[in-house]
């Protein structure tokens, strides 16, 4: 049988009222009434073992190895989904410099490599080039090509998300933003229109739009106005009931 076949089956608690279990325990109650005779049961219990008490051992090995098991593949599991990555040198400087240059957090025009060395005016052009593309295999942006060569770099949501609160210094992430403006609108339904929402949040586009991003993945796709529009990722919203219960969802998993 496979280790995955293994992992499958069940672990059986051992069996609670094991004759061994009542004769030991009688042999206990009548060795409290003679002179050092619990430690020789203790003694006893250490050395001769009965079959119940071995049954329960082994079950509590069996417990601890496949936790251990467990917990080492969750480990790698969430490695693998959500890998810890540190930026170094001027990779760096330039994920400071695109956060906080002037944008509305969309996807916004595309920046040549003319553009991101103005950024970082005194850094070699290979380097912010190299830079560029270390942040674009983190998928932190988006590169656009075309013929002969020339490529555009595009800021995206993951790079809203990850890098915008660390430097901005707002003390909250895309995700507790989100949970604001869900909170916002569950306020008040005229906010359902995304200029109302906007407003009542008080935030610059650039921290409003990736919220509100995120927040649209809460609720079904069609609920989302698709006219087109430069201001936000949809102009309005309409919610039912059950999705309401859904931002109630998503507020309360903190």
């Known amino acids: 049988m496979s280790n995955e076949q293994d992992d499958q089956k069940p672990i059986k608690p051992p069996e609670q009222n094991h004759p061994d279990n009542r004769v030991r325990s009688l042999v206990e109650a009548l060795a409290g009434e003679v002179p050092l005779g619990g430690m020789v049961v203790k003694l006893a219990g250490d050395l001769v073992p009965t079959p119940a008490q071995k049954a329960r051992t082994e079950w509590e090995g069996a417990i601890s190895e496949r936790t251990n098991e467990h917990s080492e593949r969750l480990d790698r ?19 400071v410099a695109l956060a906080r240059a002037p944008g509305d957090g969309m996807a916004g025009r595309g920046l040549t490599l003319d553009d991101l060395c103005k950024l970082l ?16 295999s983190l998928s932190l942006t988006d590169v656009e090509r075309a013929f002969g060569g020339h490529w555009w770099l595009r800021l995206n949501q993951r790079f809203y998300e990850q890098v915008d609160h660390q430097v901005m210094g707002w003390k909250s992430t895309t995700e507790q933003d989100a949970r604001t403006l869900a909170k916002l609108l569950l306020e008040d339904e005229r906010r359902t229109r995304t200029s109302a929402l906007h407003a009542a949040s008080g935030w610059e586009k650039r921290r409003f ?36 219960a859904l931002l109630r969802r998503f507020i309360a998993a903190r």
């Open 77 to 95: 599991h969430t490695q693998m989904l959500a890998p810890s990555t540190t930026l170094v040198g001027i990779s760096v400087d330039l994920a």
């Open 209 to 244: 739009n990736p919220a509100f991003r995120r927040l649209l993945r809460v609720i079904p796709n069609e609920r989302a106005s698709q006219e087109r529009q430069p201001d936000y990722p949809s102009s309005s919203i309409f919610l039912l009931d059950e999705d309401k």
């Open 121 to 136: 005016p005194g850094a070699n052009r290979e380097d912010v080039e190299k830079a560029a593309f270390d942040l674009n």
